[in-house]
């Protein structure tokens, strides 16, 4: 059997479309911190290069001898590094707000967070391969069988969300792990509170953080006309949000849509990138690119990840190892989750969670972090019937 081209070559389609727009978008940060035009780009350009390299050489291995290797080293090595991250000097680490996020090494900075939710997929996907199955079992047996995950959960929730101070990375690891539970043989009613749980854990982490609450009330005063205006004046006076900084990144994530149009003002041309729209080539990669593709373009790189996520939940559906069929699942759901929760976030349709656009935002360790999770389920495809 062969590996599956055709996400090889979707997944270094839209790693090069990421390369092209780290020359185009960064153009105001790069006058504004003295860096060369190229700056951004010759760093995109190397990673991507890997990136692409380590796909392929992944997807050469045989998985009956390298998955479960591969897979726990990147779980328990990051695990360890998140556990320590705190702990290290600040010459070691680098921070954003206040959080330690990134281990600094000779010429590039690492995200383990970004591994790490490679490596909890596979733990994941072997563990439920072994514990659980699609036989009928009252929902009390059910949960003392979870009950193990939810404590590791609850460590990498405190990593992550406490430690770091990153509530969307936790968001999109608790929807994986609850529909992987699902595709594991779970009941809908287990599935069922497994969101309920996730969503009280959500709740808490926002109204025991100020900055989080303000963000939810920025976010409201966006939307709040739109929704309040159909409902009676009692209720939208209680609900309606007075106060709060102005939105002005949302407002020009906005602009910049509008802006592009149908075909866009084509690339290298976009105007809002000019010191309008911060963290244009990171956060808000997806609205730079709208203004200079326009909707065709942003169309067109939606139909790539769409397609990419469908090779994969393609290459989990004709596995015949559970281990293998629940791994792709969890890959997949990792990028469809991260896709739209940033997709949302720069609409305004949800709060910004600072979730990397798969492929696309600028950054090594989510390029690299990913490209290993489709040479993992590059390397499975040789196994599945395709």
């Known amino acids: 059997m062969q590996t599956d081209k055709t996400l090889f070559i979707l997944s270094s389609f839209c790693i090069f479309v990421g390369i092209v727009f780290s020359l185009s978008l960064p153009v105001f940060t790069n006058i504004y911190f003295n860096y060369s035009e190229f700056h951004f780009f010759i760093r995109q350009f190397g990673v991507g290069m890997l990136s692409i390299f380590v796909m392929w050489s992944l997807s050469r291995l045989n998985p009956e001898k390298s998955l479960t290797f591969i897979g726990f080293s990147i779980f328990l090595v990051c695990l360890f590094l998140m556990g320590i991250m705190h702990y290290l000097p600040e010459s070691l680490v680098t921070s954003a ?20 939710k490679v490596g909890f997929v ?14 009928k079992k009252a929902l009390k047996d059910e949960v003392k069988l979870i009950l193990p995950y939810v404590v590791v959960f609850i460590l990498v929730v405190y990593l992550i969300a406490v ?14 792990l609850a529909i992987m539970l699902l595709f594991a043989g779970t009941s809908i009613r287990l599935f069922m509170i497994s969101l309920v749980g996730s969503f009280l854990i959500f709740a808490i982490a926002i109204f025991t953080s100020e900055h989080r609450i303000l963000r939810i009330k920025v976010w409201w005063s966006t939307i709040q006309n739109m929704i309040l205006s159909f409902l009676p004046q009692s209720i939208a006076k209680v609900l309606r949000v007075e106060g709060v900084p102005e939105p002005y990144q949302i407002s020009n994530s906005l602009n ?9 003002q084509g690339i290298g041309s976009g105007s809002f990138k000019l010191g309008f729209l911060s963290e244009v080539h990171t956060d808000f990669v997806l609205a730079g690119i709208a203004e200079e593709t326009g909707f065709i373009g942003i169309l067109i790189i939606t139909l790539a990840i769409f397609f990419i996520v469908y090779r994969i939940f393609k290459i989990a559906n004709r596995s015949q190892n559970r281990v293998y069929y629940l791994f792709s699942v969890g890959i997949g759901l990792l990028i469809v989750f991260s896709f739209l929760m940033n997709a949302y976030g720069v609409t305004s349709l949800t709060p910004i969670k600072g979730i990397a656009v798969p492929f696309l935002s600028y950054g090594g360790s989510s390029i690299l972090a990913l490209s290993i999770g489709i040479g993992m389920v590059l390397m499975v495809s040789k196994r599945a019937k395709l």
Do not use: C
Not at 97 to 116: D, Q, T, V
Not at 163 to 176: E, F, I, K, R, S
């Open 163 to 176: 430690m770091q101070n990153d509530l969307g990375q936790v968001v999109v690891l608790a929807l994986t």
């Open 256 to 264: 910049a849509i509008n802006h592009g149009g149908l075909f866009g």
């Open 97 to 116: 707000g206040g959080a330690k996020r990134w281990i600094r090494l000779p010429g590039f900075s690492l995200a383990p967070i970004e591994f790490f």
């Open 122 to 135: 596979y733990f994941l996907a072997w563990s439920f391969a072994r514990k659980l199955d699609e036989k």
